[in-house]
């Protein structure tokens, strides 16, 4: 499920110039309106709703008349379930009639009481909750202090379902019919004890992660009240963390590990075996400790992440994502952006970048590009190299270029650092194609130092681009830092530099505020 939400948030991301269809106008009650030209339109809601006119069926909404003559006329509408709606309408010979009706579904009541079919050895806590379920509709109700409620339903039937923690659902099927009520009493009795369905949040972790990113989440279902605990085992079946859980007092229960034993130590990188015991059941899975799982925000000016103008090696977890946006402060504008990166796969990582270029002198433009970067190597062997390669491509239209980004064309990226302790030291050739222009591709150097701390990162790092068609020479140079404070997920961004085209230099800032997760 968290693969399926990701891919659609960025598969949105990846598709801004997408205009949405314009929604119809909701239709609201009543409305009738005299507007230029002649004839007559009836729009409803909803629509195929039957139009008679002075008892002839004329067709079904929205429907116009642009020959009717003037006169008085008498409307009826009609459709299955909703009540009949009849008028009188003068039809004018200088203006055009413009009718719009809401239409009245049926109704009728269902009054439901709820009882206890029988109590346990102990007083279980009684709280029902009530559920409506019909084609178009699922809403909860909630109950009066004697357990009973009355409900007013369209007309058609209707699976009522009573719910309370502690006891087993019950359920009635109601035909509601129009001005009527229907009653219904609804018994249940103690649930059996129940659990299950034990998932988690993250299958690998990193404990040395900062606040949430370094912890996961078990999640578990009870039926009813009791007690339980968490137990946590290596791979040669020593108990290495235990904990009592609380009293369960709903369905949905959840457990936090931060991947540490009983006592607060770190433990080694490996396979754990997690157990969820409760009134003699028990539930298991498998969570990886991997201290190579590093998450921590980065940037996506240069198409692929990294620092602002030094692609990086380093790729999230598979599950992950960081989602962002910022202003910047360029020549006396002000681009606003929005990106994301995320791994759907081990190793790999995808990125969408979105970009928008207010102007009051020009044409506003806007911009959007992505790329995919493979992670060969994360540095955490015996050998203190990543190694990563990425492709990018990037499209805007007139005044669209964002001014840190490489611009309109696709590029091919080789980031490698070395990695010392905290300290990230990376250097990355890259070619850059601008399509149209010419076959002969730009070269880009770029070089930086990213020191990584528990809750922040910081890094300087500087981008040269060559251009052999015309002996163009760029450089981007700056300095930023990202702070992501325990427990939260939000990031807090800020950068500063300079760029230089040829003999024109000018400076740069922007701010940022996004989510890592």
């Known amino acids: 499920m968290n693969k399926l939400r990701i891919t659609f948030i960025f598969f949105i ?14 239709i609201i009650g ?40 003037p006169d008085e006329y008498s409307i009826r509408l009609t459709r299955d379930d909703y009540e009949t709606q009849e008028f009188n ?26 009882f206890m079919e029988q109590e346990g050895s102990e007083p279980l806590l009684f709280e029902p909750q009530l559920f409506t379920r019909a084609a178009n509709n699922n809403a909860a109700i909630t109950l009066c202090s004697d357990n009973k409620a009355q409900l007013n339903l369209h007309t058609g039937y209707h699976t009522i379902t009573i719910r309370a923690f502690g006891w087993e659902d019950s359920s009635v099927t109601l035909l509601i019919e129009h ?38 989440e078990y999640r578990f279902e009870v039926s009813a009240p009791g007690e339980g605990f968490i137990k946590i085992l290596d791979s040669n079946g020593t108990t290495v963390y235990t904990r009592q859980l609380n009293q369960f007092n709903t369905w949905i229960q959840r457990e936090t590990w931060n991947g540490r034993d009983t006592y607060g130590n770190l433990l080694p990188q490996g396979y754990y075996t997690v157990v969820i015991e409760a009134e003699s059941l028990s539930l298991q899975l498998e969570t990886e400790i991997n201290y190579s799982q590093s998450i921590f925000p980065q940037s996506l000016e240069s198409s692929i992440a990294g620092l602002s103008f030094a692609p990086l090696p380093h790729v999230l977890p598979p599950g992950s994502y960081q989602f962002d946006a910022g202003i910047q402060y360029d020549s006396s504008a002000f681009p606003f952006k929005i990106n994301m990166r995320v791994s759907p796969y081990n190793r790999l990582e995808l990125t969408t970048f979105f970009n928008i270029n207010p102007s009051i002198k020009n ?6 590009s992505g790329s995919i970067k493979y992670n060969f190597t ?18 805007a239209n007139e005044n669209g270029e964002y001014p840190l980004s490489p611009g309109r064309g696709a590029g091919l990226y080789v980031p490698v650092s070395l990695e010392l302790k905290s300290f ?15 076959l002969t591709p730009e070269l880009f150097l770029s070089a930086g130092i990213l020191y990584r701390d528990n809750w922040f990162n910081a890094g300087i790092s500087a981008r040269f681009e060559l251009d052999f068609s015309d002996d163009k020479i760029k450089l981007f140079a700056g300095a930023e830092a990202r702070f992501y404070p325990p427990p939260s997920n939000f990031v807090f961004s800020c950068q500063a530099g300079l760029r230089k085209i040829n003999e024109s230099l000018s400076f740069f800032g922007g701010l940022g505020i996004g989510v890592i997760y």
């Open 30 to 69: 009543e409305h009738f309106e005299e507007r230029a030209g002649k004839g007559m339109e009836i729009h409803t809601n909803p629509a195929g709703v039957k139009v008679f006119i002075n008892g002839i069926e004329r067709g079904l909404t929205p429907v116009s008349f642009d020959e009717i003559l």
């Open 424 to 438: 990230s030291f990376v250097f990355c050739p890259a070619l850059f194609w601008r399509g149209p222009q010419g």
């Open 378 to 395: 994360d540095g955490t062997g015996s050998i203190p190299l990543a190694f990563s390669a990425g492709v990018s491509y990037a499209w």
């Open 13 to 26: 991301l990846c598709l801004p110039s997408l205009l949405a269809a314009r929604a119809p106008t909701l």
């Open 363 to 368: 044409q506003t433009g806007w911009g959007v």
């Open 179 to 216: 001005n009527a009520v229907v009653t219904a009493d609804i018994y249940m009795k103690p649930a059996v004890f129940r659990l299950q369905n034990l998932t988690q949040r993250r299958e690998r972790l990193n404990p040395l992660n900062a606040g949430n990113l370094g912890i996961t």
């Open 89 to 114: 309408i003068t039809v004018h010979s200088h203006s055009r009639l413009f009718i719009a009706i809401e239409m009245k579904r049926m109704q009728g009541q269902a009054s439901i009481s709820v």
